[in-house]
């Protein structure tokens, strides 16, 4: 229940109407009284006590609680937000003349081109081009380029990037020329919000008898690296009706999420799923989306606005034809164009649906 609090004006109307009303004749409240002095500083007392019990109530509740006050309140029952994770992804080197060997060194730095962002060359033994004795990646002679992990060094969404954005060398590496990636960067999360870790910890508390499918939602968004996911009860993975079976299609963002994290999401239902009721986690199928639109200009702003979007949907999100000439409007300042033309969704002009187990990922993306 909110408390029924009062302004420094309704607390002094109330006490002159008490005071007055019990013996006016005898009460001066006119201004420089000292009835009326006594009053208000005793009134001014009242609200710095009204305001020490609202900012008590307010850090004792975590519906009203916030960031580190939020975080001591929840740490009472063990319970934590999720951290940022830094945004990770491959990036690609190559040379305009592979006549020498050229070593990419674990650690190494790339960037974005206004420097704002740098990644680090990650140490990944199962990279066939990996070599211990050099600690680093081998671009033989006769090979043009060689593809390598990154980490974002800033933590959160920051270190997200569009396709091509990671285009600068930090320094020289003999016989490397260029640098870019292929596709964008889409793992990098912020820490968890006030908001969010509030409706999470709800979740929590209401998937402690687990066997629920609350619970169940819990333990998958509690992983944090899980973009998106759906389930599906009663059926199999190939539609046929089957009781007592239920699958989750679990996507980390990329669409193709590693054996790695399907066995982690696995792991997870199954401390909590009921007994002997039998589950299985996959990956999403990709459902590629090719746009072709003309705007006459700020052509690399639209493509790069449209493929987040489209990359951006989800599990399960059906991509809106019409949709797309709203998300190159946005893209770019008012003006820009002024109108756009020739939109095409994979050749045509109808709106692009998925499955529960599909996600929609961007394809081919012209702008002319």
Known sequence: MPLNTQTLTQLMQTAAAAVQGAAAPLVDFTVGSICRALMFAGNCIALWLQGLILQVAALTRAATSNEGDLDSWLNDFGFERLPATAATGQVTFSRFTD????????????????????????????????????????????????????????????????????????????????????????????????????????????????????????????????????????????????????????DDGSGSPPTSFLNAVSAAVGAVRGFTLSWGVFGPTVVTANVAMTTGAQQSKVQAALQTYINGLGLGNPLSYARLSQVAFDAVPAGSFATITNITLNGGTNDFSATNQQVIRAGTITVS
Not at 194 to 199: N, T
Not at 212 to 221: E, G, H, K, M
Request: net charge negative; glycine share 8%; aromatic share 10%.
């Open 99 to 250: 006549t020498m060997q050229a070593v990419v060194p674990v650690g190494f730095v790339v960037q974005t081109a206004d420097g704002t962002q740098t990644y680090t060359v990650n140490l990944d033994t199962t990279n066939v081009a990996y070599n211990a004795a050099l600690n680093g990646f081998v671009i033989a002679a006769g090979t043009a380029s060689v593809s390598v992990t990154v980490t974002a060094q800033n933590l959160g969404s920051q270190g997200n990037a569009t396709a091509g954005a990671i285009n600068t060398l930090g320094q020289a590496i003999t016989y490397v020329d260029t640098i870019t990636n292929a596709s964008p960067f889409t793992t990098g999360e912020n820490a968890e919000m006030d908001a969010a870790a509030r409706v999470r910890f709800v979740a929590w508390l209401n998937s402690l008898s687990k066997a629920t499918l609350v619970a169940i939602q819990y333990v998958i968004q509690s992983l944090g690296n899980v973009a998106s996911y759906t389930i599906t009860a009663n059926y199999a993975y190939n539609g046929t009706y089957q009781p007592g079976y239920f699958y989750v299609v679990a």
